[in-house]
Each structure stands twice: as structure tokens, then as C-alpha cells.
């Protein structure tokens, strides 16, 4: 049912908004029944764009001849800032042996042993695609699978790398590559472990090997280039402000106290925390996004900083974890954003809905988020992390990524558009608009089935297993 020119509770009124003017050259335009302005939908909203930017937004108008209509809500595209594309082929396959996080990682590690670029191209590409299903119009690649097996580099140092670049490509999503420094196996009480044989196909060396390395690459209009501090595990004290201030201009993401082990191990050797090392490396600040947080993270420091977290709920409950003490983050002042990690889900609006939900769970009370602030986190936070400051909005000088929800689904069906994102889910995206290009139409893909490239590209990775 459209909404034009009709208001609703929760629904901007739909009197005439006109911002930007239209080029001289008509671009693509849409007319969406809702969509999110501001902090909160609104009616009868006309987006024009131009070489992928989004010119003019007008609001409470009707469809003219010529616009492409959006049903539904339209959200801007959806960030996913914490991504590591092979994990993809570890769902459904972690579950048998119960145990933790350390459990999980060894599967993990021996999927990482059979990837080469070709193969690591294919399943990048439709976990990407993926993705775009689910709304995301762009991702941030927390890499660490950098060289050959035994740690060889290959003929491009960086053919790991450009694999990603075409598998977002060819899925239609912006990319953050965020290539991370891995210099040590691990870290107990007694100090930093070697790499193991597995690891050394992580790892450069020395982190101005990393830097040189990650220096060869090149950004262009759909990656650009960030840096990682993979962990205080994995990169010892002496080394973190040499990868922190490698790319100043860059953002840089950390995992960051994801397990107990972590902080106790840190605690052990060093005397502090993963936070305070981070801090005493003077790498905390706006530009830097820790990731997880989950387990008693500094919250002053990291707020007091203005440092990112991106908290993945469906990996952290999926991993055992435990939850994260978002809405205390929110509170000292930390943006969040959101990821699908290790991809056991991929839907980012269930992300944010996580946000909410584990805090329930956490403080039995409801309502620690308003759903304008899961949105944020889901759009203008999440791009911001990933170094894309212009993205996440429908405004004028914006990339013209647009993710159109049903409304009339078996799930949303009655739901009140502000409180969409606490109903709605991946399977009720039915269009993505990423740079001004429709990636998604109608639930389908660009590239065709992606179940079939995601059974294509993962089944040779165990059918000799």
C-alpha cells in the first residue's frame, strides 16, 4: 500500500522538503513510498543521483513519469564494518563439537590452510553478493590472509588482496580492506608465542614489512584502504604504535578484548589491559574502531577517546563470547557500528536488532536503544568506521546507496515504519542501489543465484576433507 501524502505515527509529514537541485543532465531517479531521513521515515521522498552521487532529495512529492519506484522503507545502504569473507564457509560445520571460542578457531585455522586467490576469489565474491541481499552496500574486510602456504608470498605480494577487490567488484558493494598486521601466535602470561604453521601465512614478519607491503596497494572508487591491528595477541607492545601510525589518514580497527584469555594474558605480561595498551601506543581516537569489546574493555578510555566499537552479536553469541556492554560504550561516548564477522548470519537489520535484544537480556528492561539509534549504527556510524564519513545518509553529496524493505511482509506486515528495524529482516530487502547502480531488484542478485555460488565456491574447500 503506498504512504504518499499520508501521515503516520512515527512517519515524517509529507510537506514539501527540497534540498540540492537537479543537475542539468537528468541521472537516475527513485521515488520511495518511506524513506529514513533524519531519524525517522518519511513520506513520499524523490532521490535523484548523478555518476553515483545523490543530487537533490525532495520530500512529500508523488511520483513523476520516468522515477523507479521504491516500495516499502528505504533505508541508506547498510555498513557491514567487520567482515572476514572466508569464514563464510565455516557455517553450519562449527557445531557438532560444542567447546569455545579456542575450539572454533581450529576449524577455522584449517579452512584458512586450503584458500589460494582463486579459490579465495570465488567465495569472497558471493559472500559479498551475499551480503548485498541483505541490504549492505559496503564492507569492511578485516584481512589477515595475506601469503601462500608456509608463509610464502605469492608473485603479487598482495594477490590475497586484489581478489577481495574483484569480489566486491563483481557483487557490486564498496569495499574497506582493512589489511592487518599479524606478527605472533599468541600471547599467555609468559609473553608472545611463535607463529604456528598456519599463522606464518598471516603474517609479514616485522611490521614495516607489513607497512611496505600494504603500501603497494591502491585505493579507487569503490576500495579503499585501511589498517588492522589484528590483536595485542597477535602484535606485541613494541609494534603497535608502528602499525597504528603506519597510514595516519587511514582507519584503523583492533579486535579488542573479545575473550578473558585476552585480558588476562595482557594483564599477566604487560600489567595492562588490551585497551590501556592500545592507549599507551597513543592508536585510540575517532579515526580507530575496536572491535567486540566484549569482555570489561577500559569504557572511559575508549569513550573518553572518541574510539569506535563494532560490535558483531550474532558471532559473539554464536562464538560464546557473551554480550557486549553496548549501551555502557554508548554512554562514555564510543560510536557503535556493527559486522557479521565470521558470517554464521548475514543480516545486518538482525545486528541491530541484537543491539537492543542482548540488552534485555542483559538488564531485564526494555528500550535501552531507540530504534533512530540501532539505524544509525546499521548506516552513518558504520561508513564513518570504515572511512566513508560522506555515506550512510539520503542526502545531497551522498554515494546514492539505497536498500528498500518491505512493509507487507508475513513479518512486517503492521509494523510501524519507525519501528521497522525491530522487525524486519534480511529476507524483507527487496532492492540495493549501491553508488547509484541497482545491484538487487526484487530480491534478485545481479550476479544470478547466489546460493549456487556459495555451494560452488565452498564445496571444494571440503569435498576432500
Known sequence: MSTSGQEQPGVGAPERVVEGASSCRPGPTWWCELAWLGDRPTAGVRVEARDGTITAVEAGVAQRPGDDRLAGLVFPGFANAHSHAFHRAL????????????????????????????????????????????????VGEFHYLHHGPAGTPYADPNAMAEALRQAARDAGVRLTLLDACYLSGGLTPDGHLPLDPVQRRFSDGTSAAWAERVSALRPDAGMRIGAAIHSVRAVPRGDLADVGHAFPQAPLHAHLSEQFAENEAALGFYGLGPTELLASADVLGPRTTVVHATVAPHLSLLGATGTRVCLCPTTERDLADGIGPARLLAHHGSPLCLGSD???????????????????????ERGAFRPAELVEALTADGHGALGWPEAGRIVVGAPADLTAVRLDSVRTAGTLPAQAVLAATAADVHTVIVSGRAVVQNGVHVLGDVGRLLTDAIAPLWDHR
Open 91 to 138: 557455517r553450519g560445520r562449527t557445531h557438532d563439537g560444542g567447546g569455545t571460542f579456542w575450539t572454533w578457531r581450529k576449524r577455522m585455522y584449517a579452512l584458512a590452510e586450503r584458500l589460494d586467490p582463486e579459490s579465495y576469489l570465488a567465495l569472497a565474491r558471493a559472500t559479498y553478493a551475499e551480503m548485498a541481499l541483505a541490504g549492505v552496500s559496503c
Open 342 to 364: 565470521q558470517h554464521a548470519v548475514v543480516d545486518l537489520l538482525e545486528e541491530a536488532r541484537a543491539l537492543e535484544m542482548h540488552e534485555r537480556l542483559f538488564s531485564l
